[in-house]
């Protein structure tokens, strides 16, 4: 073997393209961190927050896909966000998505893991490569026994059943208080009867120093009596059929009226 052998072995090593495989790195491109409720009951639905950070301070990024695994999912199956968002490079974003518990889930801890899409802006000429980045696996998530129908009837209805109380008892006030308005408003439009004559005569009439003028009481289109009339000797006095006053003479002196007209 030639003493230079050694040498090319070096250079040989040294001209070999370095390279890592894509997982290794990517997993030091983003910093996530999952923000949740861990407790989910059976046939329920849980919100859940990624924050997402870029660790990848060369070039600029953009998210195309992120879906979080449980393992009552099939294999293949996500709770998925489909919107792409551009992160820039030492910046952070934060991804919703909505995890929702079947009825068949077993209670207890479940497994989950976290899968990310994306595409960094590193290729020749400026183009853009796609890369996965990948939670490790972990049980954060524990579903819970639903509760009874008695159980949400208590929590979900009580509050309406309240609700519905307060109003009834608001409309039988309300009832009560339009019956009593409408009573009193009826005693007040009654007519009162008119007070018992105490000034007993031939005529009726009332005594002197009643007011003689229209009122309803004797009707719209009467006169109240206006007294019994002084007589001189030899004359007659009657009584006027249209205004009810005592007159005297061929006319009613108070409405004009004609005697026997």
């Keep these: 073997m030639s003493r230079y052998a050694p040498l090319f072995v070096l250079f040989a090593i040294m001209a070999t393209p370095f390279s ?5 790195i990517t997993q030091d491109d983003l910093s996530v961190r999952m923000i949740y409720v861990s407790l989910i009951e059976q046939g ?3 919100s859940v927050t990624l924050h997402v950070s870029s660790q990848y301070q060369k070039h600029p990024m953009k998210i195309n896909w992120t879906g979080l695994h449980l393992d009552w999912q099939m294999e293949d199956a996500f709770f998925e966000n489909t919107t792409q968002f551009e992160l820039s490079s030492g910046h952070s974003l934060s991804i919703g998505l909505y995890v929702q518990c079947p009825w068949s889930a077993a209670v207890g801890k479940h497994s989950d893991y976290i899968l990310i899409e994306y595409l960094v802006q590193d290729g020749p000429n400026g ?6 980045w990948m939670s490790e696996e972990t049980q954060d998530f524990e579903v819970a026994l639903a509760r009874t129908t008695t159980d949400t009837a ?3 209805a009580g509050m309406p059943s309240a609700m519905l109380t307060i109003g009834a008892l608001v409309v039988v006030v309300l009832v009560v208080f339009g019956v009593v308005v409408v009573i009193a408003s009826a005693r007040r439009k009654k007519v009162q009867p008119a007070p018992p ?3 007993p005569d031939q005529y009726g009439l009332p005594p ?3 007011p003689q003028t229209a009122s309803p009481q004797y009707g719209a289109t009467q006169y109240p009596p206006a007294g019994p009339p002084v007589l001189s000797p030899g004359t007659t006095a009657w009584i006027c ?3 009810g006053s005592p007159a005297t003479g061929a006319s009613c002196g108070r409405c004009g009226h004609v005697r026997g007209g």
């Design 44 to 46: 329920k639905t849980n």
């Design 197 to 199: 004559q105490t000034w």
């Design 208 to 210: 002197a120093g009643v």
């Design 20 to 24: 890592i495989p894509a997982e290794a």
């Design 241 to 243: 059929t249209e205004c």
């Design 154 to 156: 208590n929590n979900t």
């Design 127 to 132: 183009t853009w490569n796609e890369y996965m």
